[in-house]
């Protein structure tokens, strides 16, 4: 069907897309700039320019999507449709299809300037963190890039979350690696592929060892960190070139773990866009653990004469049926200014049940608002 709108000459398309097709199209459009209405515009065009019949696109279990394209262009692909004998959904698909295929991701390395770091932290615990590191990173993938998730939490949720198991205390892992106790092992054996749709091989985790409740204790004792602030920095050298981001999703403290994330996230000479990003509720309790951090993060950077960015604030399980507590704690958040608030995440199933199904949110709901909303931060620290 359409409905003529004849502020710009296009015509509302509305028509049935399979989810898997229309997340797609609308991800790559945003990836490579365009507007979704342009792609299917030139995706259409496309279309009536090939040669010879095209595969046949999966239209079943479409779900409703909806553009807009110039009219009289629509006009003649309708008539076209019927004269190649095709339904107009399996011509609009067929298009849409076209248009991905001939416009792929880009290239997205950042060939010599090394990754981005970014460290997901707040020594407060149970406001999300894990959950934001695992689907920002997905969405980063989802996107062109190659990102390595850092399970720096010696509980492993993040690990645990996307279905796998602890290394074993006995193998290498990223704590022995930092303390000189690795034995020559590279982290790169213990990597684990983390599968699903866009992702392609792409997103990598380093999964976490128990052996991480002994670290602040061996980052003072072991003669091998003269420096413990550099220990985690020193330990992921090995696989940075592998990556255009390393997103570490930090331990709930403010020991000295977590100095060797802020030092590890420190902007670098010239600036390269890595820092802090402090995932928080609507509650006061989300504030006054924010200023421990803030004080933390002060004191590293005067001792070490260094700067460490914030990215920004996630607002996370947001629920405005609680009422003025927790939307007078968002404008309190969104009044500071610098950072900013990248997102406000409402507390919603999907992310509960990515969990209890051992997938990332992104694999588990890709067209869910939570999902979403992963990309539109990745966007945000990522143009």
């Known amino acids: 069907m359409s409905v003529h709108s004849t502020s710009d000459d296009r015509d509302k398309v509305v028509t049935r897309l399979h989810p898997q097709l229309r997340r797609e199209l609308t991800i790559r459009a945003a990836t490579v700039g365009v507007a979704v209405q342009d792609a299917v515009t030139e995706g259409i065009l496309a279309w009536r320019q090939a040669a010879g019949p095209l595969t046949t696109v999966d239209t079943a279990r479409g779900a409703s999507f909806s553009t807009y394209v110039p009219s009289e262009l629509y006009r003649n692909f309708r008539a076209e449709c019927s004269e190649r004998g095709i339904q107009y959904t399996q011509g609009l698909a067929q298009s849409i299809r076209l248009w991905l295929d001939r416009n792929p991701l880009p290239q997205r390395h950042r060939a010599g300037a090394g990754p981005r770091r970014i460290a997901l932290g707040n020594q407060k615990g149970g406001v999300g963190k894990t959950a934001l590191s695992a689907g920002i990173a997905a969405a980063l993938a989802e996107s062109g890039f190659r990102v390595c998730l850092v399970d720096f939490d010696p509980q492993g949720h993040l690990t645990r979350q996307l279905g796998h198991a602890h290394v074993p205390i006995k193998g290498p892992s990223l704590t022995k690696a930092m303390v000189g106790e690795g034995g020559g092992h590279d982290l790169r054996e213990i990597l684990i592929r983390i599968e699903g749709p866009g992702l392609a091989d792409r997103l990598h985790l380093l999964p976490a060892c128990t052996d991480g409740f002994l670290l602040d204790a061996k980052l003072v004792t072991s003669r091998e ?9 020193r330990a992921l050298a090995q696989l940075e070139a592998d ?53 933390q993060i002060d004191s590293l950077c005067d001792d070490l004469d260094v700067e460490i960015a914030d990215l920004g604030f996630i607002v996370n399980l947001f629920d405005s049926r609680k009422g003025f507590v927790v939307k007078s704690a968002l404008e309190g958040w969104e009044s ?48």
Request: include cysteine; glycine fraction near 6%.
């Open 225 to 233: 960190v003269r420096v413990k602030e550099t220990a985690l920095e």
């Open 243 to 295: 990556y255009d981001f390393v997103v570490v999703d930090c331990p709930p403290s403010l020991g000295y773990a977590m100095d060797t994330a802020l030092y590890y996230v420190r902007t670098r000479e010239g600036g390269d866009g890595s820092g802090i990003i402090i995932p928080v509720q609507a509650e006061d309790s989300s504030a006054d653990a924010y200023e421990l951090l803030r004080e």
């Open 336 to 383: 500071i200014g610098t950072p900013p608030v990248l997102a406000v995440v409402p507390d919603l199933k999907d992310q509960r049940e990515a969990v209890r199904m051992k997938l990332s949110l992104l694999t588990h709901a890709p067209d869910s608002e939570q999902a979403e909303l992963m990309r539109t931060i990745a966007r945000r620290i990522a143009p």
